[in-house]
């Protein structure tokens, strides 16, 4: 992983901040506040750089702390991004996306949200829920709410960090949570970007598939047994869900599949140092 970043830095000859989270929904990895002081913990005082972005979900926090952190920055994209990711993208000073890079939409939110009851935060988003019967599902409003908390809040985050464009087109209404705009259809919004070719953004990519598996089967948590109506459940093992890193140290969030969370079932984990053979 250090090599190619280093790599990808002589190429652009800036530093490089790798931001990446695997959007499986087994192992998707919505990054948070607690993952902004990593990423102040790598990134040197002064310095400007460059964020390769890959993924998507994460915390409205996440974003507001990089972008203060760092203040003025570039991105290059290689992949769909999608939400808290292209918030950074958006107030970022230069765009540069691969031909195979696409802008999703900015207000999508975490990857799962958590059932809550309704608190003070999202009061004056309680959906009208008209027929929908929540009455196996009390968190339900509490959940929407949240949704719609997220959306009007990236909202005003954007009116106040990034420049004047057409955010309606970069919106789930519009864009879903599964398409995005290419370089070339942004600059219809008011956004510019320039396409990038490089060889070795394409080998950082696949790695990052490969090690975030987002080209693999969701993990099988037991198999059948010998036994009529047994099965024998796997080892636990740590798998990535994301990186934060430079060429030079870096960090990633390993997921325990021995320990899924009760309510979503998405696996938890914590972050630890990236080892040097990585």
Same mark, same amino acid.
């Given at each position: 992983?250090?090599?190619?970043?280093?790599?990808?830095?002589? &190429?652009?000859?800036?530093?490089?901040?790798l931001?990446?989270?695997?959007?499986?929904?087994?192992?998707?990895?919505?990054?948070?506040?607690?993952?902004?002081?990593?990423?102040?913990?790598?990134?040197?005082?002064?310095?400007?750089?460059?964020?390769?972005?890959?993924?998507?979900?994460?915390?409205?926090?996440?974003?507001? @702390?990089?972008?203060?952190?760092?203040?003025?920055?570039?991105?290059l994209?290689?992949?769909?991004?999608?939400?808290?990711?292209?918030?950074?993208?958006?107030?970022?000073s230069?765009?540069?996306?691969?031909?195979?890079?696409?802008?999703?939409?900015?207000?999508?939110?975490?990857?799962?949200?958590?059932?809550s009851?309704?608190? &003070?935060?999202?009061?004056?988003?309680?959906?009208?829920?008209?027929?929908?019967?929540?009455?196996h599902?009390?968190?339900?409003?509490?959940? *929407?709410?949240?949704?719609?908390?997220?959306?009007?809040?990236?909202?005003?985050?954007?009116?106040?960090?990034?420049?004047?464009?057409?955010?309606?087109?970069?919106?789930?209404?519009?864009?879903?949570?599964?398409?995005?705009?290419?370089?070339?259809?942004?600059?219809?919004?008011?956004?510019?970007?320039?396409?990038?070719?490089?060889?070795?953004?394409?080998?950082?990519?696949?790695?990052?598939?490969?090690?975030?598996?987002?080209?693999?089967?969701?993990?099988?948590?037991? @198999?059948? @047994?010998?036994?009529?109506?047994?099965? $024998?459940? $796997?080892?636990? @093992?740590?798998?990535?869900g994301?990186?934060?890193?430079?060429?030079?140290?870096?960090? *990633?969030?390993?997921?325990?599949?021995?320990?899924?969370?009760?309510?979503?079932?998405?696996?938890?984990?914590?972050?630890?140092?990236?080892?040097?053979?990585?």
């Amino acid at each position: 992983m250090f090599k190619l970043i280093e790599k990808l830095e002589q &190429a652009l000859d800036t530093n490089i901040l790798l931001i990446a989270s695997a959007s499986r929904p087994d192992i998707a990895v919505d990054l948070n506040e607690l993952a902004a002081r990593y990423v102040r913990g790598l990134c040197q005082e002064g310095e400007k750089y460059t964020i390769l972005l890959f993924g998507g979900g994460g915390e409205l926090g996440f974003a507001d @702390s990089i972008k203060r952190s760092l203040g003025e920055y570039e991105v290059l994209i290689g992949d769909r991004i999608s939400g808290s990711f292209v918030l950074l993208a958006l107030c970022s000073s230069k765009m540069k996306m691969s031909k195979h890079a696409a802008i999703g939409a900015f207000d999508s939110g975490l990857f799962w949200t958590p059932p809550s009851m309704i608190d &003070a935060l999202v009061y004056d988003d309680i959906p009208a829920l008209g027929g929908l019967n929540t009455e196996h599902d009390p968190t339900m409003p509490g959940r *929407v709410a949240q949704v719609k908390s997220f959306r009007r809040r990236a909202n005003v985050w954007l009116e106040n960090n990034a420049p004047e464009f057409d955010r309606d087109a970069l919106t789930c209404f519009k864009l879903g949570l599964d398409t995005g705009l290419s370089s070339e259809q942004i600059a219809d919004l008011g956004l510019s970007s320039a396409l990038f070719h490089g060889n070795t953004l394409r080998e950082i990519m696949k790695h990052l598939d490969l090690e975030l598996g987002n080209t693999a089967l969701p993990l099988s948590r037991y @198999s059948e @047994s010998d036994l009529a109506d047994e099965v $024998e459940f $796997e080892f636990a @093992s740590e798998v990535p869900g994301a990186f934060i890193s430079t060429s030079k140290a870096g960090f *990633v969030y390993l997921l325990d599949t021995g320990n899924p969370h009760p309510d979503s079932g998405r696996y938890v984990g914590g972050w630890t140092p990236i080892p040097e053979q990585r």
